[in-house]
């Protein structure tokens, strides 16, 4: 079965860094991109970072650019996302997906999340 | 960063309507543009990637049209369990990944 799980989400005080994994199975995790997405509570979708395949080539939001860094390891079939200089906007619920192939972003698994509070 | 918009916000239809979403894009797109459903208390689920490519497993009640910088997410008839908060997603990697605002379906 393909899955996606998240872990990492915390309480951090504004100015802290947590950092997010999302552990992959079922598939070969090197054939697809990735993605985080953050949903804050009651509000709509909001893209966060992305990463292709082999992880040469990152995205980022403008919302986190210069302070989050999304990374993956293979090997290990594990994508992060490092947050930094974390703000009280960046309270929300955070997924991983995959994207539908090495370098194309239409998301099509999705994890639970993982939730981050910053207060 | 590109900007999606989408209309309306919210809508209200009666079980077997035909129920029509716009979404625009700031610049073209092409057709990297996907559509997703997101139930109550659920994660979202990818409906539609390339603007018309029904994903596998969703009902033949959901088509997606466009190119550019306008699209459409169409139900042909509503039903109960299409009650959900419908996002369109700009999949360009030269224009970042970002999703419309949103639009909420509820039955009448």
């Known amino acids: 079965e393909v899955q996606l799980v998240e872990s990492g989400g915390d309480l951090v005080q504004p100015g802290g860094s947590l950092r997010l994994s999302c552990a992959a199975s079922g598939w070969s995790f090197s054939r697809n991109a990735m993605t985080w997405v953050r949903q804050a509570p009651g509000k709509g979708l909001e893209w966060v970072s992305a990463?292709?395949?082999?992880?040469?080539?990152?995205y980022n939001a403008d919302s986190v650019k210069g302070r989050f860094t999304i990374s993956r390891d293979n090997s290990k079939n594990t994508l992060y996302l490092q947050m930094n200089s974390l703000r009280a906007e960046d309270t929300a619920l955070y997924y991983c997906?995959?994207?539908?192939?090495?370098?194309?972003?239409?998301?099509?698994?999705w994890g639970q999340g993982t939730v981050v509070t910053v207060s | 960063d590109i900007q999606m918009t989408q209309s309306p916000s919210s809508l209200s239809a009666s079980v077997g309507d035909r129920v029509t979403i716009t979404c625009r894009a700031s610049?073209?797109?092409?057709?990297?543009l996907a559509w997703y459903q997101q139930k109550p208390g659920k994660v979202p689920e990818l409906l539609i990637s390339?603007?018309?490519t029904l994903q596998s497993g969703v009902p033949s009640r959901f088509s997606g049209s466009g190119s550019g910088t306008d699209f459409t997410l169409t139900i042909s008839s509503l039903q109960p369990e299409d009650v959900a908060t419908y996002y369109c997603q700009n999949y360009n990697s030269d224009l970042g990944f970002t999703f419309g605002p949103g639009t909420k379906v509820d039955i009448k």
């Open positions: 610049q073209g797109i092409t057709n990297y």
């Open positions: 390339a603007a018309s």
């Open positions: 997906a995959r994207g539908n192939g090495y370098n194309s972003f239409a998301f099509d698994i």
């Open positions: 990463i292709n395949g082999g992880g040469s080539k990152t």
